[in-house]
């Protein structure tokens, strides 16, 4: 096959944002986790849950770091390969963006200093204070970006001059329902995987009898935000299928394999199939009577449009060309991600119901179990990135610009030479951060005697303690 | 009010600001190779920035966002043009924000040797490639229609682009060197050991700013449209960069830093003062040209920009002060005189 610069531009982009996206949701919602753990020992005047909270702040940094450093490369990416994009919707997309920068990424790095460097120089309300505006800064800089992509998938307050989008109403961009259906849904994800991460962490130490009161609480807490994460991410994504049929119709019958407009008196829902693009047809589809009327509208009775009668409508307004989506991979990812989202709810009633009984510390199968969950959750984002992401295609901005011509005029081989030092690195920081995470995660806390032997000299490093220093 | 104007200044407020700070954070880590004997030593060095350098960062990503915002045909072109430059840019900050947090995290004199290796050359690449950036600004890239870049890989590589980036990496030890007699302990040897690194290195840094002044006066045309007001900022870039090499010999540790970082300040505010009201020259014709009236966004977005940008920026600079405020005790280097006598009660 012959590479374009166009195709492996869209390659490199899927590869720096699926990568920075497995690091942002576990940030946005581990620095929720930790706020709350840290409010819990201030609250309780807990020098122990100080430390716990400690311990985690520690993990968390580890995947702060890379999540910074993608980021660095998110922004610049839009001008380096997608100069036509960045000149068509610099005026409304440029805004978010900025936005993002002043009032989230500069909070973020400020306080995660102070917080961590500061602990024994300022007050303890004070450095609690700062762990939230830690916390509120992850989930501001994730709304802006959100906002930013929602405009791209459902355009609002704009219009076109002279070849550009421009700006007519910042506020209509600002309440886009779709950004806030995908903030949500995106929010409710990252406390599911900062939640079923902890859990496997404390479920971990407490098969070894470590610590083990300050692990219980580790474990309870993260199980509340399970529950509410994995509760979260359901009704959300209900919420915004129901939205994809009014605003983005292509998209949902793309995650439906739904090519034809049904004849009948109901929709129903393909449970499995083989769509094929090149037939237009599914090879093979399992399907359930009246699901998918009742998923998409909550009635039995009403339909969404199939691929070809949109096709052929898109093709009267936008002129010829093919506007389908891949549909195989939108398809099966929307499963798949419905599919993870079973497991976890499953998971958490089984904790629940584990809890009530009094064995959820030491029910071992169960603690065992945990041990693969944090994987889960990962997978179901990315997943859910592929069905929305591909499911636009062909367009980079729904209805106003297509893919194919918002890409920079770059010579193959530069893309190519980025692509391969950027999966180089990427592979590399997957392999440390996964390994740093387990070492340390597996290493747990210092007894509380070694913390109060404080070394003299500060360590300007996040995440590491002084503490470390113990037996010197 | 001229949005655009005063956007393009904002703009060159946000690489002024960048370059001071991060230029110290970048300069630490030039030297540390030349300055540090120990791991003792070395992790001193890590530590006078080890609170900073993260937010020092974010203000070239506001630079690059604030650009896209209000100047989206500047933003790709220019990010299009140098390409190259900028993948290997974001490859070295990604090598070196990890190395500075993974470095800790395993005791390992070969894990740290790696990480250090990575942390300098993380820091040299950006430090030379953007000093090599203000200079093709300056001297025009090759663009032609709808700001589209139409040289090759190597037509903004000049004497006067190379010297560029030489002089941004010079100057950036030298302030990183004055940076580190503000915050080590005085006592150390490593402290005596920076002045003497400012003094070696300024002596460079100097030849090279004289070396880029001149070619950028007789091969390009900064300066050239220069009245002589204009003049009064290079001429104070220059004054404060004598004032380094004085305050230096008169050992007043606060005046050298201050007067390098106003070198610093004052350069950017000239290169982009020779710019204006171009954006980014067209070396094809001066009809390519990008200027802050065909390259800005619409007077809605730029009004919105201003007016968030004015709650936001002086907030910004106000937290990021009060953290330098709050770790500004000097980093002590050797160890502290109360272990070694327990040590030496020990052994008795």
């Known amino acids: ?42 609250v309780r005047k807990s020098d122990d849950l100080e430390r716990l909270t400690r311990f985690f702040g520690h993990l ?49 790095s400020t306080f995660l200093g102070l917080w961590w460097f500061g602990k024994d120089r300022l007050p303890s309300w004070l450095n609690l204070s700062f762990i939230w505006l830690v916390a509120i800064g992850t989930a501001i800089s994730a709304f802006w970006i959100i906002i930013a992509n929602a405009w791209m998938q459902h355009p609002v307050g704009y219009e076109i001059l002279n070849g550009q989008a421009v700006l007519t109403s910042f506020w209509a961009v600002m309440t886009n329902p779709k950004g806030w259906q995908w903030f949500s849904h ?8 900062a939640a079923f991460f902890v859990m496997a962490v404390s479920g971990y130490h407490l098969r070894r009898k470590h610590e083990i009161p300050l692990f219980k609480t580790g474990l309870h807490l993260a199980l509340v935000l399970a529950t509410l ?21 292509m998209k949902y019958a793309a995650f439906s394999a739904l090519w034809d407009t049904p004849e009948g008196g109901s929709m129903p829902e393909s449970l499995i199939a083989l769509p094929s693009n090149t037939q237009n047809r599914n090879l093979f589809s399992l399907e359930v009577p009246y699901l998918g009327s009742f998923l998409a509208f909550d009635n039995l009775y009403q339909k969404a449009q199939g691929m070809n009668e949109l096709q052929a409508e898109m093709v009267k307004t936008y002129g010829p060309g093919n506007y389908i989506p891949p549909v195989w991979p939108v398809y099966w990812a929307f499963r798949i991600m419905v599919g993870l989202g079973g497991i976890m709810l499953l998971t958490v009633l089984w904790g629940l119901w584990l ?19 944090p994987l889960v959750p990962h997978l179901a984002n990315f997943s859910g990135f592929v069905t929305t992401e591909i499911g636009r295609q062909p367009w980079v901005v729904q209805g106003l610009l297509l893919t194919k011509d918002a890409v920079s005029p770059l010579p193959v081989a530069y893309v190519i030479a980025s692509l391969v030092a950027f999966w180089i690195i990427y592979l590399l920081l997957i392999g440390l951060d996964v390994f740093l995470l387990t070492r340390t995660a597996r290493a747990g806390m210092h007894p509380p005697d070694t913390e109060l032997a404080s070394v003299p000299a500060p360590d300007y490093t996040l995440g590491s303690d002084p503490v470390k220093l113990k037996g010197s | 009010m001229d949005y655009a104007a005063l956007w393009f200044w904002i703009v060159t407020a946000c690489f002024a600001i960048y370059f001071f700070l991060e230029g110290f954070d970048f300069g630490v880590d030039l030297l540390r190779p030349f300055l540090a004997r120990n791991e003792r030593e070395r992790k001193a060095l890590i530590n006078t920035i080890g609170p900073f350098w993260d937010g020092n960062e974010v203000w070239v990503i506001l630079a690059a966002g604030a650009i ?24 070295a900050l990604i090598g070196r924000g990890v190395a500075f947090e993974f470095r800790a995290q395993v005791d390992h004199r070969h894990w ?28 025009g890239l090759p663009i032609g229609q709808a700001g589209v870049y139409q040289g090759t890989l190597t037509s903004y590589i000049t004497p006067f682009t190379l010297f560029g980036g030489l002089t941004t990496t010079l100057l950036f030890m030298l302030h990183g060197a004055t940076f580190l007699l503000l915050r080590l302990d005085t006592q150390s040897a490593l402290h005596a050991r920076a002045r003497s690194a400012a003094l070696f290195w300024g002596a460079f840094a100097t030849v090279a700013v004289l070396g880029f002044v001149y070619l950028g006066y007789v091969r390009e045309e900064l300066f050239r449209s220069f009245g002589l007001s204009n003049w009064v900022l290079p001429a104070l870039a220059a004054l404060t960069l004598a004032g380094i090499w004085l305050s230096l010999r008169l050992k007043r540790d606060g005046l050298s830093f201050a007067m390098s970082s106003l070198t610093i300040v004052f350069s950017v505010v000239t290169v982009f003062l020779g710019l204006f009201p171009k954006v980014l020259p067209s070396t094809l014709g001066a009809a390519y040209d990008l200027t802050i009236r065909n390259a800005a966004s619409q007077p809605y977005t730029l009004y919105l920009m201003t007016i968030v940008g004015g709650i936001f920026l002086p907030l910004i600079i106000g937290y990021q002060a009060w953290n330098y405020y709050v770790f500004r005790h000097r980093i002590a280097v050797d160890e502290p005189k109360i272990n070694q006598e327990i040590i030496s009660h020990g052994t008795d």
């Open chain 1, 186 to 193: 995106i929010f409710a994800g990252g406390l599911t995987v």
């Open chain 2, 68 to 91: 896209f915002a209000t100047f989206p045909l500047w933003y790709g072109a220019l990010l299009t043009g140098l390409y190259p430059l900028f993948t290997l840019i974001l490859l």
């Open chain 1, 1 to 42: 096959m012959d590479f374009s610069t166009l195709e492996l531009s869209r390659f490199q982009f899927a590869t720096t944002s699926i990568f920075h996206f497995f690091f942002v949701p576990f940030t946005v919602g581990f620095a929720v986790f930790i706020a709350l753990l840290q409010t819990l020992a201030f």
């Open chain 1, 229 to 249: 994460g994995s509760l979260g991410v359901v009704a959300s994504g209900h919420i915004q299928g129901q939205s994809a049929v009014r605003d983005q119709p």
């Open chain 1, 60 to 108: 968390f940094f580890i995947n702060f770091v890379v999540g910074v450093v993608t980021g660095i490369v998110q922004e610049f990416q839009f001008g380096m390969n997608w100069q036509v994009f960045s000149n068509f919707v610099g005026n409304i997309f440029g805004v978010p963006l900025a936005l993002e920068v002043l009032m989230a990424f500069f909070l973020e």
């Open chain 1, 355 to 373: 809890w009530r009984k009094g064995q959820l510390e030491t029910a071992k199968g169960y603690l065992i179990f945990l041990l693969i969950m």
């Open chain 2, 112 to 139: 740290r040797v790696f990480w250090d290796v990575t942390s300098f050359i993380g820091s040299f690449i950006p430090a030379f490639a953007w000093g090599l950036i203000m200079a093709a600004l300056v001297q």
